[in-house]
């Protein structure tokens, strides 16, 4: 075990991207800090690096440690991922008794179990952070050793001990936070129409793209549309959209990608007067930051347990409207886009609203209170 006079902290949870990017815009505040000689280190603890060029970019050291998924349905694997996470806990108490980091801060999700567990063993601080207004298993289990829980939404106030709780909402990247001067030219865009942008989601959506496609005819006479397909969906999108767009002299105004840079989500946001999107808590957050109007389809709650709970928690607030996928058609798709974009009164109330509810703050917030925890620490 070393120590040194400066502080090293640990980051853990993955699996996907509304996990792995907040820990990335935390990294991006506490490098700053860094820079200042007050860090010297930090760390992200995962099965997999997820997205090894975002770690080192942000100078952070990537850990291997073994974890178990927990799955809802039945698998073989459920009778053997126990043990892969007992054996995550021991080499997770090796690595952070060699580290001995000053805090570790979780983002919930299986990934996240053995290093919390090992962390309190180890009488290491520890503050957890849930992104979705319905608290996973993880980050229940984790609230009871955590120091402090950042919630994003009021919502998930009731699963925790409200001594420790605070709202914080989300971390967003510093790519994402100031809005591009001139997004449509970036994007090789038409600026003499709206832009509507469909976020599928990191895995994209099947049925999502579906609808889009359905609905080309409809909405390319008024609008540019950048579409996030999904990787495995990209070349099926394409090729289809193609054949469906009778008006040649529209193919251009349709961007479809599997899965967009930092930067082309920054354009978009950017340039975006609707966005169509499932209900991520990384892409609400998101969305609202940008203060856009936006209908929300969640992911079916037999699938996920919490899209269908954040996107009516959302809504709630006067920001997005709701379409559920067992009874939506590209029809009731165009003509709620259509309701909302030629009502004034009704998008400016919603641009409003999602402007209210974002917290432009939480990276700032979090990275703070980490060094507060992490400062204490002996």
């Not at 269908?308 to 886009?337: F, M, P």
Request: without cysteine; charged residues 20%; hydrophobic residues 45%.
């Amino acid at each position: 075990m070393e120590r040194s006079g400066k502080q090293r902290i640990v980051l853990v949870g993955g699996g996907t991207g509304g996990h792995f990017y907040p820990l990335i815009a935390v990294a991006e505040r506490l490098n700053a800090v860094k820079q200042a000689g007050v860090i010297s280190s930090l760390y992200y603890f995962g099965p997999e690096p997820y997205n090894p060029a975002a770690l080192a970019a942000n100078n952070i050291t990537f850990v291997r440690i073994p974890a178990g998924k927990h799955r809802k349905y039945f698998s073989l694997l459920n009778f053997l991922d126990p043990f892969k996470t007992f054996y995550g806990l021991f080499v997770a108490i090796f690595k952070l008794y060699s580290i001995y980091p000053d805090v570790v801060f979780s983002k919930g999700s299986f990934t996240s179990v053995p290093v919390v567990l090992a962390a309190w063993l180890l009488r290491i601080p520890i503050m957890i952070h849930e992104s979705d207004s319905k608290a996973g298993s993880a980050n229940k289990l984790a609230a009871n050793f955590a120091r402090y829980i950042g919630i994003a939404y009021d919502e998930a106030a009731q699963f925790f001990p409200k001594e420790k709780i605070a709202l914080v909402g989300i971390p967003l990247r510093q790519s994402l936070m100031t809005p591009h001067p001139d997004p449509l030219q970036a994007l090789n865009l038409p600026a003499d129409r709206p832009l509507l942008f469909v976020i599928g989601g990191s895995l994209g959506s099947v049925r999502i793209n579906n609808l889009i496609l359905e609905s080309l005819d409809e909405l390319l006479p008024y609008f540019s549309i950048v579409h996030q397909t999904g990787l495995d969906n990209e070349a099926y999108v394409r090729s289809t959209a193609a054949e469906l767009i009778r008006d040649t002299a529209l193919l251009g105004n349709y961007f479809a990608k599997g899965s967009l840079t930092g930067e082309e989500m920054h354009l978009a946001l950017s340039g975006a007067s609707f966005v169509v999107s499932r209900a991520g808590s990384g892409s609400i957050f998101e969305i609202a930051h940008y203060g856009k109007p936006s209908i929300i389809i969640p992911i079916p709650e037999e699938i996920s347990h919490d899209q269908r709970t954040n996107a009516y928690a959302y809504a709630r607030t006067g920001a997005a409207s709701v379409l559920e996928e067992k009874n939506l058609t590209d029809g009731l798709l165009v003509a709620e886009i259509t309701r909302i974009m030629t009502d004034p009164a009704i998008y400016e109330r919603m641009s409003s609203a999602a402007k209210n509810f974002a917290r432009h703050d939480a990276a700032d917030v979090i990275a703070h209170t980490l060094l507060e925890i992490a400062s204490e620490h002996v």
